[in-house]
């Protein structure tokens, strides 16, 4: 079970920057969060997440995050959390730390809103 959850967090942490948020403006706001970066409803900047993603996750999770080689990401429920863990350790064939520090949660929290 831990395995699946991983496996699909990882992929979804790799997938975040493809697709955008549909009717989003450059920053995306899940509205009613407090914007601590914990996956409920954190701020982040959708333009560049797609752009992360688009350099380092689309070739695994494709354009539109439906998953290729790695899982799809869209349509999970992942928290940030989740979606960080995964980007930050790798695990299910993922490598860790493809992206880091800011940009890694900018992208966890960008796939946890898709």
Do not use: F, R
């Amino acid at each position: 079970m831990k395995k699946s959850i991983l496996a699909i967090v990882g992929s979804a942490v790799l997938v975040l920057g493809a697709c955008g948020g549909g009717g989003e403006d450059e920053a995306g706001d899940t509205g009613g969060g407090d914007g601590n970066g914990d996956g409920g409803g954190a701020t982040y900047d959708a333009q560049a997440a797609e752009e992360s993603y688009d350099s380092n996750c689309l070739q695994c999770h494709g354009e539109n995050l439906e998953g290729k080689n790695g899982p799809e990401l869209s349509g999970n429920d992942l928290s940030q959390d989740e979606v960080l863990t995964m980007i930050e350790n790798g695990g299910s064939g993922m490598p860790a730390g493809i992206i880091e520090g800011d940009e890694a949660e900018n992208v966890a929290a960008w796939i946890a809103d898709q």
